[in-house]
């Protein structure tokens, strides 16, 4: 068992300059069917930081009479005398300075400005990308590491795993529409994934994850879980695990990252 202090373990905020940037398309490709991933870069993108693994950017997808980004003495910002276009929060997925790229990946679903903008991606198209505004550091000094989620959370949980360092441990249950989905992580932890699968049922329900983390036998020692889904699922989850399987809530997180018949919904789950 770690002999971490609790101090090692304390989660930090540190918070960055805002910058809207306009990236270029680099690449679009599939990862799984409903999995699109955009590899984004140009000058704009140098100076980027995100140092917690479920930062996130604000993507924005202006339509027609929305106000355009002006560059300006303090950087590009939006105009006052239009609408901003709307934005949706995405996770930076991996951020490679020495490439200068950033990618972004898509779990496309059946209707939403950033689905549609994801499916129709080309190279050469310019995306407005804004953040992250501060980042939530989460120490790896556990004896193990929970990730729990949907497939809006994938982005977050391959790059945990991939900056986990050797000699750590994670325990990832994860729900998909099927195994065509199912992703392979790269990582130098000691992994193992639960894959829950829809097939056919509409996402944002409850059940599969709830069953899936009832069943799941935990390593022994201390452990942060991290929760990301739809909003009432990453409610319930965050109480299931406190009550059942012994998590500490100083030591959780869960968040809303999307919610039923609404857009563009961030929810934080921290109290009952
Ligand atoms: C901090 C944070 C990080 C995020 N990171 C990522 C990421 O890296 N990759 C990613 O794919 N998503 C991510 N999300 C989720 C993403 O922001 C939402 O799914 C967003 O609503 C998608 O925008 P949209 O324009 O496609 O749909 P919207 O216009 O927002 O929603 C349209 C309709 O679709 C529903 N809906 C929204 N998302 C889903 C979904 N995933 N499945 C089924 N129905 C849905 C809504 O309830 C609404 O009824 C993140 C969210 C947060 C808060």
């Known amino acids: 068992m770690s002999s971490a202090t609790e101090t090692d373990r304390t989660p930090q905020r540190v918070r960055h300059t805002v910058r809207l940037r306009p990236l270029e398309v680099l690449r679009a490709e599939r990862l799984t069917p409903r ?25 924005f997808f202006p339509r027609p009479g929305d106000a355009l980004p002006v560059a300006g003495a303090e950087g590009v910002s939006f105009p006052e005398s239009a609408p901003r276009p709307p934005a949706r929060d995405y996770t930076p997925r991996r951020y ?13 679903h059946e209707a939403g400005p950033a689905t549609a903008w994801a499916e129709q991606a080309a190279p050469g198209q310019t ?23 949907d497939e809006t959370a994938l982005p977050a949980i391959g790059r945990r795993l991939e900056e986990l360092p050797a000699g750590s441990r994670a325990v990832v249950v994860a729900e998909v529409e099927g195994p065509e989905e199912e992703q392979t992580f790269q990582s130098a932890a000691s992994v193992s994934v639960s894959w829950v699968h829809r097939r056919g049922a ?70 009952d």
């Open 202 to 271: 509409a996402p944002g329900r409850l059940d599969g994850l709830s069953a899936a983390l009832a069943a799941a036998a935990f390593p022994p020692g201390a452990f942060y879980a991290w929760v990301a889904a739809e909003s009432q699922v990453a409610k319930v989850l965050r109480r299931q695990l406190i009550a059942e399987k012994g998590a500490e809530p100083r030591w959780l997180k869960a968040a809303g990252y999307w919610k039923l018949g609404q857009s563009a919904v961030h929810e934080q789950h921290a109290e």
């Open 127 to 149: 995306l407005l990308v804004g953040g992250p505004r501060g980042s939530l550091v989460i120490p790896t000094a556990f004896d193990w590491h929970l990730l729990v989620g």
């Open 35 to 59: 999995m699109l991933r955009v590899t984004l870069g140009g000058a704009a993108l140098e100076g980027f930081t995100s140092l917690g693994f479920d930062d996130h950017v604000k993507l």
């Open 96 to 108: 490679d300075a020495q490439a200068g790229t950033l990618a972004i990946d898509f779990a496309l």
